[in-house]
């Protein structure tokens, strides 16, 4: 007999490189009741895809590699379709992610990612932090993962890249909640979350989204 399950909230974590999702997600994993699962961008870009087509879903805006292009709504399909499918088994996901749609021709990806997860409870948030606070974090050399962060030098303290990101990965601008870790710990921007979950009521982010 098949078991039934109650479906495990998702919780999608969008921003910058160097917001502070990840960070985030770990508070989530460590203080929230329930097993929560962490699936998203670094997992794609450190394990998953081939080494010929990182970053994948990780591609900054405009950074015109069309042979990577080609494959990131498939990538992202099938990622939604992981979260989609562990939620549905009553696993909880937190999943931190850099949507946008800078591309050299636009894919209306995230839209899509929205019905994938139609029927299902998501929190949408928007993980914002200061370009300067930013800075500091890749020039700290807090990073660590395929193709490195961009960091400043004395004639681009805040290079192109790291502005491209800012400006284009929030620029949808529907979501649920959003915090700022630029003057917020993680695990504080966790208990907003917390709390949001809590007195969530009404259309979602993502339902509004799949409609798009």
């Known amino acids: 007999m098949e078991s039934h399950h109650q479906a495990g909230q998702i919780i999608i974590l969008n921003g910058a490189p160097r917001a502070g999702k990840s960070t985030i997600a770990k508070a989530i994993q460590q203080?929230?009741?329930?097993?929560?699962?962490?699936?998203?961008?670094?997992?794609?870009?450190?394990?998953?895809?081939?080494?010929?087509?990182?970053?994948?879903?990780?591609?900054?805006?405009?950074?015109?590699?069309?042979?990577?292009?080609?494959?990131?709504?498939?990538?992202?399909?099938?990622?939604?379709?992981?979260?989609?499918?562990?939620?549905?088994?009553?696993?909880?996901?937190?999943?931190?992610?850099?949507?946008?749609?800078?591309?050299?021709?636009?894919?209306?990806?995230?839209?899509?990612?929205?019905?994938?997860?139609?029927?299902?409870?998501?929190?949408?948030?928007g993980v914002h932090c200061s370009l300067e606070v930013i800075m500091q974090r890749r020039n700290a050399g807090q990073a660590g993962r395929e193709g490195e962060y961009v960091t400043g030098t004395p004639d681009a303290a805040i290079p192109l890249p790291v502005k491209l990101w800012q400006e284009a990965v929030h620029r949808h601008g529907i979501y649920d909640l959003e915090v700022d870790t630029s003057f917020n710990s993680a695990q504080a921007c966790a208990e907003m979350i917390r709390q949001r979950l809590v007195d969530f009521e009404g259309q979602s982010a993502f339902q509004r989204l799949e409609e798009l």
Request: include cysteine; proline fraction near 8%; hydrophobic fraction near 45%.
């Open 31 to 125: 203080s929230f009741t329930g097993i929560w699962v962490n699936l998203g961008v670094d997992l794609y870009v450190r394990d998953i895809v081939p080494e010929n087509l990182r970053p994948a879903i990780g591609l900054r805006p405009d950074a015109a590699r069309p042979d990577i292009e080609t494959c990131i709504p498939v990538f992202y399909a099938a990622l939604y379709e992981t979260i989609a499918a562990h939620s549905r088994l009553g696993l909880n996901v937190v999943v931190d992610v850099g949507h946008h749609d800078a591309y050299s021709v636009p894919q209306n990806i995230l839209p899509q990612c929205a019905r994938r997860l139609h029927g299902l409870p998501v929190l949408f948030v």
